[in-house]
């Protein structure tokens, strides 16, 4: 594996827009799979929740774990992508994939499957951020929001869709056949990989700061468990406030490390250009409001209002759909108009549906459940790609890398840690309650509605 992530490092080759095109085609299929495997396992808990007999609380980390390790991998990803040969990074990354979609297949223990799920991350990780900064260097500037938009299908659509797929599969092959259609298409994508996969882009000579790799990774790591933790012994017990402060000395730590070196992990100097930080900031927000009404929808209809999972299902597949709909649509906008109209009308849509949300009752039909969280996730596909490819267009063409590595990397880590803490406000918040109640839902919306407002202020500040 590290040969074929160091090796292979020539000056890369000029191609054909065909070929361009065909290469793109195959890496974001792999993306997509990679994306998908996010989030297949949210149907599947109970029933490995049954084979392994683990509680909620520990088989949750098979899907926290996934999103901590494609955090942390990213974040690796400009130190790869500016020494490495395309086409070996990529096959890699996907090899990666694959030796841990078939150790899940046939994983005899809860231990051996949250591993093979760290490995499939690592492969992931790489994946991501890879697909986004060839597009950057290889597309024209004045098609790069129509592609991004395009490769909105990979980063949102995917993780949103996946619940949805894995409960038809679940249903009528079980769990494990999620790993067998992983690993399938695994096979396929790396055989492409071999014919149409080349390699571009200009090589930068850098080094692999490993203390920081170990930093970044502990920081969230112990923020994570800290608010875990919660659950288990409140909010000031030592076991919740010591991880969670271990964690942000450590991240403190990073942050004055990456500002100090020469070749950093992150290069967070770049945070400097006011445009790429505005669009960091609303890409992760709106990275976050995906992410947790994935995880809080379903536990209004499920747990508050005692629906099959099967109604959970209908009711967040028509938003799914919209996303992957409007996701090249607002990448056109973008090419078009610009960034702020994509952004204020985004976030205006984002707002309706969490304030909307924030008043439900037990009895809301679920016909406007539907038609709320499907304008949530219209508002999600006209910020999330769109300010990714204004973001980073902003920036130098050596900071292109280091721009993808930190908008990703950032963004996975708030759409883990955030959603772990709006759950940990939904139980604080039901009135002390084991399970949800339709109190702690709504006081959850309503703070979901206050990020996104405090956003609105920003967009309409720095987004030009």
Not at 21 to 37: E, I
Not at 267 to 276: A, D, G, M, P, V
Not at 318 to 328: I, V
Not at 378 to 389: D, E, H, N, R, Y
């Amino acid at each position: 594996m590290g040969t074929l992530l160091t090796a292979g490092c020539e000056i890369a080759m000029e191609i054909s827009n065909r070929q361009r095109n065909m290469m793109l085609a195959v890496m974001m299929v792999g993306g997509f799979f990679s994306a998908l495997s996010q989030s297949m396992l949210t149907a599947a808990l109970p029933v490995v929740m049954d084979e392994f007999i683990i509680t909620a609380t520990l088989g949750q980390w098979l899907t926290t774990s996934y999103i901590m390790v494609l955090g942390i991998v990213t974040s690796m990803t400009a130190y790869l992508i500016n020494r490495c040969h395309t086409q070996k990074l990529f096959i890699s990354a996907m090899l990666l994939f694959l030796a841990g979609s078939l150790i899940s297949l046939k994983a005899p223990s809860f231990g051996i499957l949250l591993f093979a799920r760290v490995m499939q991350a690592a492969g992931a990780g790489i994946l991501l951020p890879l697909i986004q900064v060839i597009g950057f260097q290889t597309i024209p500037e004045e098609n790069r929001g129509r592609a991004m938009g395009l490769m909105g299908l990979v980063i949102a659509f995917a993780p949103a869709i996946g619940p949805t797929i894995s409960g038809v599969i679940v249903d009528f092959s079980g769990w494990r056949s999620i790993f067998a259609l992983l690993s399938f298409s695994s096979v396929i994508i790396i055989a492409a990989a071999l014919f149409f996969v080349f390699d571009v882009g200009e090589k930068i000579a850098s080094k692999m700061d490993i203390l920081s790799a170990l930093a970044y990774g502990l920081a969230f790591s112990g923020i994570m468990l800290g608010v875990t933790n919660r659950e288990n012994y409140g909010w000031f017990d030592p076991y919740t406030l010591g991880p969670a402060f271990l964690g942000l000395l450590l991240l403190v730590f990073f942050v004055r490390r990456q500002l100090s070196q020469k070749d950093p992990l992150l290069e967070l100097r770049i945070f400097s250009n006011y445009k790429f930080a505005a669009a960091a900031v609303l890409n992760m927000i709106s990275y976050l409001i995906m992410m947790s009404g994935t995880i809080l929808v379903p536990i209004y209809i499920q747990t508050v209002r005692g629906l099959p999972a099967l109604t959970s299902g209908l009711v967040l597949l028509p938003g799914s759909l919209l996303l992957a709909l409007f996701s090249p649509v607002s990448g056109y906008l973008l090419d078009r108009y610009g960034p702020r109209m994509t952004t204020i009308s985004g976030m205006i849509l984002m707002a309706i549906s969490a304030v909307s949300f924030s008043f439900f009752t037990v009895s809301t039909p679920i016909w406007i459940v539907t038609t709320l969280y499907a304008i949530r996730m219209v508002g999600v596909a006209a910020i999330l790609m769109p300010l990714t490819a204004y973001g980073i267009g902003v920036l130098e063409k050596k900071y292109v890398a280091h721009g993808t590595a930190v908008v990703t990397s950032l963004r996975q880590m708030t759409g883990a840690l955030g959603s772990a803490i709006l759950v940990a406000i939904m139980s604080t918040a039901s009135a002390g309650q084991i399970s949800a109640d339709i109190a702690g839902i709504n006081a959850t919306f309503a703070a979901q509605a206050l990020v996104i407002i405090a956003g609105m202020v920003l967009a309409f500040r720095w987004i030009k």
